[in-house]
């Protein structure tokens, strides 16, 4: 039985622990559309990292893959992921947003969550809301005490470089500088972790392609006071 099918040109783009998830994305700036294809639940996977052309069924009678294998077929390509579930969505062409699939899942430390899309349904702020003015100024403009009536809080802004795309991104926000000083040593240790992982000889086919995203691209990270309103 098939369950997708594009010709377009499908790759790996971002894989979880928590809940065993595996995304796959067609998203190309020639397109308008961005599609995303979302495995739960993963318990075995023997994929490439990306597909020209890409259908999605499940096995026929006479083909050896387990009962529980969704084919991913290519071309001569049979290769398979064991899942609990597969959905897909096509929307408009964004690599992240509040509709997203990616926005349910785990963010790797080069590909930050930020919602730029319209509110959510039913969203409404509970206190004052930062000006867009306040927040460029804040971020070209350090500045040593907030004015009256007003209080800072520590934006974290990544800007990323892949060769491709030139991002610069607010990413977390934190109540102390001291608490978005650790976020970002987290963050950091986590990728030299994976880097680590990525060098041993038995290393997962995930880690190994997450280390070489992350070895040709360019983070830099830095911390902006931004005053709000008490």
């Known amino acids: 039985m098939e369950l997708f099918r594009t010709d377009r040109r499908v790759r790996i783009w971002l894989q979880t622990v928590s809940h065993r998830q595996l995304l796959l994305r067609a998203v190309e700036s020639?397109?308008?559309t961005r599609l995303d294809l979302l495995f739960k639940a993963v318990?075995?996977?023997?994929?490439?990292?990306?597909?020209d052309g890409l259908v999605v069924r499940?096995?026929?009678?006479?083909?050896?893959?387990?009962?529980?294998?969704f084919v991913l077929e290519s071309g001569d390509i049979r290769d398979h992921v064991c899942a609990g579930s597969f959905?897909?969505?096509?929307?408009?062409?964004?690599?992240?947003?509040?509709?997203?699939?990616?926005?349910?899942?785990?963010?790797?430390?080069?590909?930050?969550?930020?919602?730029?899309?319209?509110?959510?349904?039913?969203?409404?702020?509970?206190?004052?809301?930062?000006?867009?003015?306040?927040?460029?100024?804040?971020?070209?403009?350090?500045?040593?005490?907030?004015?009256?009536?007003?209080?800072?809080?520590?934006?974290?802004?990544?800007?990323?470089?892949?060769?491709?795309?030139d991002i610069?991104?607010?990413?977390a926000v934190y109540l102390t500088r001291e608490e978005a000083e650790a976020a970002i040593r987290t963050e950091v240790e986590a990728k030299a972790a994976l880097l680590a992982r990525a060098e041993a000889h038995d290393a997962r086919i995930q880690d190994t392609l997450v280390a070489k995203t992350l070895a040709d691209t360019t983070i830099r990270r830095w911390i902006v006071p931004v005053p709000i309103r008490l």
Not at 58 to 69: T, W, Y
Not at 168 to 171: G, K, Q
């Open 168 to 171: 610069t991104r607010p990413v």
């Open 87 to 165: 959905r897909w969505q096509e929307d408009e062409q964004t690599d992240l947003g509040p509709d997203s699939m990616v926005t349910n899942m785990m963010p790797l430390p080069f590909e930050p969550t930020w919602n730029t899309g319209e509110r959510p349904h039913g969203w409404e702020p509970t206190g004052p809301v930062i000006p867009l003015g306040g927040l460029i100024d804040a971020l070209t403009n350090e500045i040593a005490e907030p004015p009256s009536g007003f209080r800072h809080v520590h934006v974290v802004v990544v800007k990323i470089d892949d060769g491709v795309r």
């Open 43 to 51: 318990e075995r996977q023997c994929i490439r990292s990306a597909y």
């Open 58 to 69: 499940r096995p026929r009678a006479d083909e050896d893959f387990p009962p529980d294998a």
């Open 30 to 32: 020639s397109e308008p």
